[in-house]
T-cell receptor, first 112, second 112 residues
Framework: ELKVEQNPLFLSMQEGKNYTIYCNYS?????LYWYRQDPGKSLESLFV?????AVKQEGRLMASLDTKARLSTLHITAAVHDLSATYFC????????????FGGGTRLMVKP | EAQVTQNPRYLITVTGKKLTVTCSQN?????MSWYRQDPGLGLRQIYY???????DKGDVPEGYKVSRKEKRNFPLILESPSPNQTSLYFC???????????FGSGTRLTVV
């Protein structure tokens, strides 16, 4: 059974600082997704990572995938208040038709 | 416009009164799924469907029913709702094999 673990679960940071959210998973996968969720809202797709070494960047967010280490990171550069949200990683299970298993989420609060 | 439409967005009901939450998609996706989201528990899958007339239990199916009579619709039925089913519900769809999910806007259900 695929397990997906995110760290940290909660992150409070100052504007302008950098930080990294980690997503570890337990079995082989070659496809990983990052989603953003604002309070009470739906999940919005941020990044799709499809191969080992993949790196995607959008604004102050950069996501990477290391399939050998079974690890993805979401790096935040010079955080701003608008990035406050909950971030989920989701991993495709190669043994289950690539259905997605979600991590528990990281709630990010960026303080002015 | 490609979308997943859930209705209603908000619902307050009483214990035992049957209700249905609808989900409809216009992307011709084979896969449809229902999740519930609760504080501290992340996203938990209730039921999913790989295609018409094919449904299967997710992680937390107790107290729920689904049907998939048409490809575009995947209603979630609560025959006798209870307060512990108070939650935020999301419908998600995907192609098969999966290349990421598209989420509906969510249904906030309160059972009193």
């Amino acid at each position: 059974e695929l397990k997906v673990e995110q760290n940290p679960l909660f992150l409070s940071m100052q504007e302008g600082k950098n930080y990294t959210i980690y997503c570890n998973y337990s079995t082989t996968s070659d496809r990983l997704y990052w989603y953003r969720q604002d309070p009470g809202k739906s999940l919005e797709s941020l990044f799709v990572l499809l191969s080992n070494g993949a790196v995607k960047q959008e604004g102050r967010l950069m996501a990477s995938l290391d399939t050998k280490a079974r690890l993805s990171t979401l790096h935040i550069t010079a955080a701003v208040h608008d990035l406050s949200a909950t971030y989920f990683c989701a991993v495709a299970d190669n043994n289950a038709g690539n259905m997605l298993t979600f991590g528990g989420g990281t709630r990010l609060m960026v303080k002015p | 416009e490609a979308q997943v439409t859930q209705n209603p967005r908000y619902l307050i009901t009483v214990t035992g009164k049957k209700l249905t939450v609808t989900c409809s998609q216009n992307m011709n996706h084979e896969y449809m799924s229902w999740y519930r989201q609760d504080p501290g528990l992340g996203l938990r899958q209730i039921y999913y469907s790989m295609n018409v007339e094919v449904t299967d239990k997710g992680d937390v199916p107790e107290g729920y029913k689904v049907s998939r009579k048409e490809k575009r619709n995947f209603p979630l039925i609560l025959e006798s709702p209870s307060p512990n089913q108070t939650s935020l519900y999301f419908c998600a769809t995907s192609t098969v094999p999966h290349y990421g999910y598209t989420f509906g806007s969510g249904t906030r259900l309160t059972v009193v």
